[in-house]
């Protein structure tokens, strides 16, 4: 399978800041994911990246907080934007090599901080 | 909305025993089902999946069975080893929409 990767791998942020998580894969793919995994918990999904349209956030996310970019397919980037203590998690970049959301591979990961 | 409950939470088992992890799911429309295994401080992995047109997928000493009727499939580890340590993560969707992630089963191997 593909590879991903993430930067930055962690980051210690001031409240009311934000922060922009960059995702390369090493091949195209059709549709990225962004997920967030809080400490000890499971993987949420906060959108569905596609090229040349918009994100889809799930519920609970929207755009404002979470912006993202999909210039290309091999590249995206979030934007987690003027964060607070709350935002501290890991937020991790998926795709899949088959077009949907089957057999995903994971980035490694930015595990952020909000002070 | 898709909803998907695994158990247990966390698991010890004695190196060289099975180790079972169940998951139900609430979408009888779904008909993707992966596995995925975090080590500690690591991204996740698929180790495993499985379609709904079939009934179990074996691959060495991992295997998946599902159960439509009832809406559960399992994780099935055999000859369990200290490396099998790890959480792992049931996932159901429907083909081409979101995966849908279980909370986790933290698996401990004791040598």
């Known amino acids: 399978s593909a590879v991903i990767s993430q930067k930055p791998s962690r980051d210690i942020c001031q409240r009311g800041t934000s922060l922009t998580i960059q995702c390369q894969v090493d091949s195209q793919v059709t549709m990225m994911f962004w997920y967030r995994q809080q400490p000890g918990q499971s993987l949420t999904l906060i959108a569905t990246a596609n090229q040349g349209s918009e994100a889809t956030y799930e519920s609970g996310f929207v755009i404002d907080k979470f912006p993202i970019s999909r210039p290309n397919l091999t590249f995206s980037t979030l934007t987690v934007s003027n964060m607070s203590p709350e935002d501290s998690s890991i937020y991790l970049c998926?795709?899949?090599?088959?077009?949907?959301?089957?057999?995903?591979?994971f980035g490694s990961g930015t595990q952020l901080s909000v002070l | 909305g898709e909803n998907v409950e695994q158990h247990p939470s966390t698991l010890s088992v004695q190196e060289g025993d099975s180790a079972v992890i169940k998951c139900t799911y609430s979408?009888?429309?779904?008909?993707?089902f992966p596995w995925y295994k975090q080590e500690l401080g690591k991204r996740p992995q698929l180790i495993i999946d499985?379609?709904?047109?079939?009934g179990e997928k074996k691959d060495q000493r991992i295997a998946v069975t599902l159960n439509k009727t009832a809406k559960h499939f399992s994780l099935h580890i055999t000859e369990t080893q200290p490396e099998d340590s790890a959480v792992y993560f049931c996932a159901a969707s429907i083909y081409g929409n979101k995966l849908v992630f279980g909370a986790g089963t933290i698996l401990r191997v004791k040598s």
């Open positions: 499985i379609r709904s047109n079939v």
């Open positions: 979408d009888s429309a779904s008909n993707y």
């Open positions: 998926s795709a899949s090599d088959r077009g949907t959301n089957e057999k995903l591979f």
